[in-house]
């Protein structure tokens, strides 16, 4: 059974940090591609970010483009998201994906003073 796991999500002011990461059990991670997804209070599903899985290039939505890393580590089948310089509007629910098709429950980024 596939399982996507987030967690590191959290409360944090403005300009701060945080790294979220999504584990998988049932499946091996690097033979796909990862996106991260968020979804605020009252708004459609946006794509932010995603990591193929040939050669691990990268792709950002323009509002986190030079705030947002997105990396695997394959040993621990795991992704992560580096979010810095973080902005009370990325505040939402995140979730990682596998295609669309394996969803995580989604781990909570709330951005405020």
Do not use: H
């Amino acid at each position: 059974q596939v399982q996507l796991v987030e967690s590191g999500g959290g409360l944090v002011q403005p300009g701060g940090s945080l790294r979220l990461s999504c584990t998988a059990s049932g499946i091996t991670l690097d033979y796909y591609a990862i996106g991260w997804f968020r979804q605020a209070p009252g708004k459609e599903r946006e794509g932010v970010s995603c990591i193929s899985s040939s050669d691990d290039s990268t792709f950002y939505e323009d509002s986190v483009k030079g705030r947002f890393t997105i990396s695997r580590d394959n040993a621990k089948n795991t992704v992560y998201l580096e979010m810095n310089s973080l902005k009370p509007e990325d505040t939402a629910v995140y979730y990682c994906t596998i295609g669309g098709i394996y969803w995580g429950q989604g781990t909570q980024v709330t951005v405020s003073s």
